[in-house]
């Protein structure tokens, strides 16, 4: 997948996600989506290289980048908690999937238990 299709894919599983949310606080070239104003991802461009930042469990990051030489620590982001990914060998629909679904799933974790019973109605 070339870095267009990347953020093109990575935006669409992330909004099919019930509560997710699209906007753009760091101006129109960089989107954002949340969930419950949590963020869960981010497309972005560094050196003309564009790329997109997913959270993850931190024991996870480390293993991701060692197989994958296009992910890196979050570019702008906590380097613990954040991947960044950028176009690369291997990088397939299926990872960016699993990876934007993670990342939403990691974040609804840490909702309160308000916000998680809102999505479990939600989504049935």
Request: proline share 3%.
């Amino acid at each position: 997948m070339n870095a267009e299709k990347i953020q093109q894919f990575a935006i669409k599983i992330a909004l099919q996600q019930s509560e997710a949310e699209l906007s753009h606080p760091f101006g129109p070239q960089c989107n954002v989506i949340k969930v419950f104003d949590k963020m869960f991802l981010l497309t972005g461009e560094v050196n003309q290289q564009k790329f997109i930042n997913v959270k993850i469990k931190p024991d996870q990051a480390d293993e991701l980048k060692e197989l994958y030489p296009s992910i890196q620590s979050g570019y702008h982001m906590n380097k613990k908690h954040w991947i960044s990914i950028f176009e690369g060998q291997n990088i397939d629909a299926k990872l960016i999937e699993d990876l934007v679904k993670s990342s939403y799933n990691l974040v609804v974790s840490k909702l309160n238990k308000t916000q998680k019973m809102r999505l479990k109605l939600l989504s049935g």
